[in-house]
């Protein structure tokens, strides 16, 4: 339907980049997060079965999320990135939900 406007291209600028960043800085904090879990899970001595199966769930939710912020990093390449979906969002929420709920579990 034209208008009879000019179409405006849109001028990125650093927008997309900085999305970008800011998955890859919370991707690298959530495997920090993962680390530290796994090393208060081994402290202290030989790690029970329920502290081994919250480190396995802990591993699994970051590889969960490690795709997610892949994923959405891959379409921050394209010159207008598409929104991120509903599904991608509820992905990353639950991952980091589950990391901190597996989290306090080994502090207890």
Known sequence: MPSGRPRVERDPGLQ????????????????????????Q???GGPPDAPRLLAVALIAL??????AVAHLRIQALDAPRPPALSPRAAVAASGCTLAIATLGV????
């Open 105 to 108: 579990m080994l502090l207890c």
């Open 16 to 39: 997309p980049e900085r999305t970008r960043l800011a998955w890859r800085r919370t991707t690298l904090a959530c495997a920090v997060v993962c680390v530290l879990a796994e090393r």
């Open 61 to 66: 939710v970051w590889l969960l999320f490690l």
């Open 41 to 43: 899970a081994v402290r």
